[in-house]
C-alpha cells in the first residue's frame, strides 16, 4: 500500500491563480481530510469528507473547495490564490472511529 | 473552536536526558493522540489513548490520558538523536459525521550527540 500520496509536492502561485492540490488513498478509508500548517503552528481543518459525495466545512474553509466523487481521491481547489494561503497542505484519512494517516504534504507558495 | 496549549514549545536536551511535554484543553475530549513530524514529513501517529486515566507505552514513549479528559502528557526516556522532530498532541471530538481532531502547537525538540 501506497497509503496517503499527495502532489505536487511543492508548487508556487501568483496572485489570483488557481490549482488543485490531489490526494489519493488506497486504504479504502471512508474518511478523508485536509489540513494546513502555518509556520510554527499546528494543524488546522480546512474541509473533510466522511463518503464519496459528501463533504463538510473545517475550521478554516474560506477561500478552499473539494469534491470527493470516489472514495480513493479528495482534491482540494484554490480558485484565487491570496498570499495568506502560503502554507504546507496535509491530506489524511481514516476509517471510522479509528486514527489518521497522513500524507507527506505540499508546500504551497503565493507571491 | 477547541484550542490545546502545548507546552514546553521547544526543547534542547542532551542525548540520554529524559523528556516530558504535555498538552491541555478548556474542552473535553475523546480520544488522545501523540504524533510525531519530521522535516518535509507529513505527521506519524505515536501512541493513541481512548480511556480517561489510560497510560500506554510505545518504546521508550509513555503517555497518559488525563483523568479530566483535558489533559494528556507525553514522555520520552532516553532520548537519541532520532528523537528530533515536532511533537504535536491532537485531541479527537469525535462527532457523528466524523472525526476532528484538533492540534497542540507542537514541541520541537533537539537532541544534542
Known amino acids: 500500500n501506497a497509503g496517503v500520496t499527495q502532489t505536487p509536492k511543492f508548487r508556487i502561485l501568483k496572485i489570483g491563480q488557481s490549482m488543485t492540490l490531489q490526494c489519493t488513498q488506497d486504504m479504502n478509508h471512508n474518511y478523508m481530510y485536509w489540513y494546513r500548517q502555518d509556520p510554527g503552528m499546528g494543524l488546522k481543518l480546512i474541509y473533510y469528507s466522511v463518503g464519496a459525495g459528501i463533504t463538510d466545512k473545517g475550521e478554516v474553509p474560506n477561500g478552499y473547495n473539494v469534491s470527493r466523487s470516489t472514495t480513493e481521491d479528495f482534491p482540494l481547489r484554490l480558485e484565487l490564490a491570496a498570499p495568506s494561503q502560503t502554507s504546507v497542505y496535509f491530506c489524511a484519512s481514516s476509517s471510522p472511529r479509528d486514527t489518521q494517516y497522513f500524507g507527506p504534504g505540499t508546500r504551497l507558495t503565493v507571491l | 473552536g477547541q484550542q490545546l496549549n502545548q507546552s514546553p514549545q521547544s526543547m534542547f536536551i542532551q542525548e540520554g536526558e529524559d523528556v516530558s511535554m504535555n498538552c491541555t484543553s478548556s474542552?473535553?475530549?475523546?480520544?488522545w493522540l501523540w504524533y510525531k513530524q519530521e522535516p518535509g514529513e507529513g505527521p506519524v501517529l505515536l501512541i493513541a489513548l481512548y480511556k480517561a486515566g489510560e497510560l500506554t507505552s510505545n518504546g521508550r514513549l509513555t503517555a497518559q490520558f488525563g483523568i479530566t479528559r483535558k489533559d494528556s502528557f507525553l514522555n520520552i526516556s532516553a532520548s537519541i538523536p532520532s528523537d528530533v522532530g515536532i511533537y504535536f498532541c491532537a485531541g479527537d471530538s469525535e462527532v457523528t459525521s466524523g472525526s476532528r481532531l484538533t492540534f497542540g502547537e507542537g514541541t520541537q525538540l533537539t537532541v544534542n550527540p
Open positions: 474542552s473535553i475530549f475523546n480520544t
